[in-house]
């Protein structure tokens, strides 16, 4: 048996506070291995990264997901009973609640219903001195969202609910800081709001379109034939609106890319293989989500490696996604690099790899990709605006990264359809 390398602290929890993103790819750097040892929240745990650690990571003979994720996570990111944490029959059963929403269907109309949205805004831009961009967004993805779901949104409740939404996905890396308490906060606001609708609509007392996302979570039967208790309904349906606001900060760096590399803005809006290339880009480059849990499901041994039964195991999402023996200068956005390099469901994993039917790979990669698409289709052809001096660097120890500034533009200007210039779309500092 080879003995596993050890980050050789009592306790690493406040490193990757600290580090996060970094913690586990600097460690597995530092001790040449793609395993490594550590305590955590003083328990054992075993960090994984790479390609071939993402293959043992999804066999789930292997490992369950069951009492792996922190427990501040579920009181802010993810929820308590949400479809994370289930494993084997009753994963699936949930798991396809969520995979037949992702129609090709769906996943258009969602794009159409952003898109209207986008116009709404960058009218609204326009009269506006500045725009922080990365809220502005957030708000755009809540309104398409709803819609989309068929969930009742008062006018006057946007603003509320938009900011509960992002303090839930802000908190995920917040420690036990303020950042953690809002998100918390912001989570049991935010469950109680959907948990009404739920059951005004279990009880006749609300109507909503029966196909749509709202209702389905509200009628879905689980693997016992029970519809979900209201509250799981809540997380579910979270489960769906949260992540879509999300993509909110792909956006926002798709948007940065664009400024920091301007040769791309011409070739994009006419260039569909590109288009895909670039957006792929983005999700591997500005990859947020740093790492997954799990647990050993039953004792066994992995390149002679000792993994004992109920030792939580993270893999590494941001440092499989920048692994050099994966891509050639991984530490460079490089617009057109999935028009040359290969991907699979193991070394690009900014979502989760292997299948998404049956295994946990996130369901809404199509939403995350038809959105940015979308948003680039706006930047490049439907606005005109400039990028004043700010603080655009990113921290990359924060999670979840964010541009500092958050990306502010100004001097919006919207273009009707089809006679906007991509080149001159961001136009320079004056
Ligand atoms: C910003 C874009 C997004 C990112 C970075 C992201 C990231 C992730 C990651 C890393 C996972 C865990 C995969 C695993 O455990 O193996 C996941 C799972 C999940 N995501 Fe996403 N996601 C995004 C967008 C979305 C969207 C738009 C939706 C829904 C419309 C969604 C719904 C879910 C659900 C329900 C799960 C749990 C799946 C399961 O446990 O089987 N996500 N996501």
């Known amino acids: 048996m080879t003995t596993i390398p050890r980050d050789g602290k009592l306790d690493s929890s406040l490193s990757l506070l600290r580090e996060g993103n970094h913690f586990i790819p600097r460690r597995c750097q530092r001790l040449r291995s793609d395993i490594f040892q550590t305590r955590l929240l003083f328990e054992p745990t075993l960090c994984l ?175 016992d034939g029970q519809l979900l208790d209201t509250q799981t309904a809540a997380v579910e349906v979270l489960n769906l609106i949260r992540p879509t606001v999300a993509i909110a900060r792909y956006v926002t760096f798709a948007a940065l890319a664009l400024h920091e590399h301007p040769e791309w803005r011409q070739s994009l809006p006419t260039d569909a293989a590109l288009l895909d290339a670039f957006v792929q880009e983005v999700r591997r480059y500005y990859s947020f989500f740093p790492f997954l ?58 979502q989760g790899g292997d299948e998404h039917a049956t295994h946990h790979r996130c369901p809404g990669e199509w939403f995350t990709e038809a959105l940015i698409k979308v948003a680039i289709e706006q930047l490049l052809t ?5 990028v004043p001096s700010q603080a655009l660097d990113i921290d990359w120890s924060r999670t979840p990264i964010i541009p500092t500034s958050r990306f502010v533009i100004d001097q919006v200007q919207a273009l009707p359809y089809g006679q906007a210039d991509p080149t001159t779309g961001e136009m320079q500092e004056s």
């Open 382 to 386: 439907r606005m005109r605006y400039r």
């Open 293 to 350: 849990a799990a647990r050993v499901r039953a004792d066994f041994t992995w390149q002679g490696y000792h993994f004992p039964r109920g030792t939580r195991v993270l893999l590494d999402l941001f440092g499989t996604n920048r692994d050099p023996r994966s891509w050639r200068e991984p530490d460079t956005f490089q617009g057109d690099r999935f028009l040359r390099e290969a991907a699979n469901a193991y070394n690009f994993i900014p």
């Open 49 to 223: 990264h790479g390609e071939a650690a993402a293959r043992l990571f999804y066999d789930q003979s292997r490992f369950t997901r069951e009492g792996a994720a922190p427990g501040m996570l579920k009181k802010t990111l993810f929820g308590e009973g949400g479809v994370q944490g289930l494993d084997g029959e009753a994963h699936r059963i949930r798991k396809q609640l969520f995979m037949s929403l992702m129609t090709a269907a769906n996943i258009r109309e969602l794009a159409e219903l952003a898109t209207e949205e986008w116009r709404v805004a960058i009218d609204a831009w326009q009269r506006r001195d500045q725009v922080v961009f990365f809220h502005a967004v957030q708000e755009i993805h809540l309104r398409a969202a709803c819609r989309w779901a068929d969930l009742p949104l008062c006018e006057a409740e946007v603003v509320k609910h938009c900011a509960d939404i992002a303090a839930m996905i802000d908190g995920a890396g917040g420690g036990v800081g303020w950042r953690y308490w809002r998100a918390r906060r912001a989570r049991i606001r935010s469950e109680a709001w959907i948990g009404d609708l739920v059951e005004r609509i279990r009880a006749g007392r609300l109507e909503v379109d029966k196909e749509r996302a709202l209702s389905r979570v509200c009628w879905h039967q689980d693997a």
